[in-house]
T-cell receptor, first 117, second 113 residues
Framework: AQTVTQSQPEMSVQEAETVTLSCTYD???????LFWYKQPPSRQMILVIRQEAYKQQNATENRFSVNFQKAAKSFSLKISDSQLGDTAMYFCAFISAGGTSYGKLTFGQGTILTVHP | EAEVAQSPRYKITEKSQAVAFWCDPI?????LYWYRQILGQGPELLVQ????????DSQLPKDRFSAERLKGVDSTLKIQPAELGDSAMYLC???????????FGQGTRLTVV
């Protein structure tokens, strides 16, 4: 079974600073996709960034970038120039492209990020 | 902009009563997910549909929960009878196909009293 672990229940950062959220996962599959989703308070979940496991290059999306270490099964999210609107719960998620868990989207426990002015 | 619609937004029900949630995915999206999210935790997959077929319901408590997507479009999740431990946010999500980005609705907050 695939699992996703986020070891930081809460993080905080000052506005304009950089913060990194951690995520590790466990799978026996070689082909899969990884995501970071953002869930603002009382608002719906939205996709922040996506990484294909077969790509060595780390994905970037404006102020958001990932550090994907396939051998270590690690997938961290870096937020640069943090803004007050980044305050949210962040979820790491995994979807397998093969095996018995094909297409099952699994989430971690989440990290609450607070950006302070 | 197309969105996943869920109703109701909030539901309070008494223990042992029946409750139902409705989800209308983005038009053309073949994959539909129902998740349960307890406050402060990550979403837990209850059931996944591909068109009208269930592809994963391994975590669905089938003695009390049921889900259907009869025409491969909108979907209903039912709980009967509701228990206190069912209090949670129920999220619906859809994606164009498996492995593509999932779009989430605003959820239904269920409180069982």
């Amino acid at each position: 079974a695939q699992t996703v672990t986020q070891s930081q229940p809460e993080m905080s950062v000052q506005e304009a600073e950089t913060v990194t959220l951690s995520c590790t996962y466990d799978t026996s599959e070689n082909n899969y996709y990884l995501f970071w989703y953002k869930q603002p308070p009382s608002r719906q979940m939205i996709l922040v960034i996506r990484q294909e496991a077969y790509k060595q290059q780390n994905a970037t999306e404006n102020r958001f970038s990932v550090n994907f270490q396939k051998a270590a099964k690690s997938f961290s999210l870096k937020i640069s120039d943090s803004q007050l609107g980044d305050t949210a719960m962040y979820f790491c998620a995994f979807i397998s492209a093969g095996g018995t868990s094909y297409g099952k989207l699994t989430f971690g426990q989440g990290t609450i990020l607070t950006v302070h002015p | 902009e197309a969105e996943v619609a869920q109703s109701p937004r909030y539901k309070i029900t008494e223990k042992s009563q029946a409750v139902a949630f409705w989800c209308d995915p983005i038009s053309g999206h073949a994959t539909l997910y129902w998740y349960r999210q307890i406050l402060g935790q990550g979403p837990e997959l209850l059931v996944q549909f591909q068109d009208e077929s269930v592809v994963d319901d391994s975590q669905l408590p089938k003695d009390r929960f049921s889900a259907e997507r009869l025409k491969g479009v909108d979907s209903t999740l039912k709980i009967q009878p509701a228990e206190l431990g069912d209090s949670a946010m129920y999220l619906c999500a859809s994606s164009l196909q498996v492995l593509t980005e999932a779009f989430f609705g605003q959820g239904t907050r269920l409180t069982v009293v």
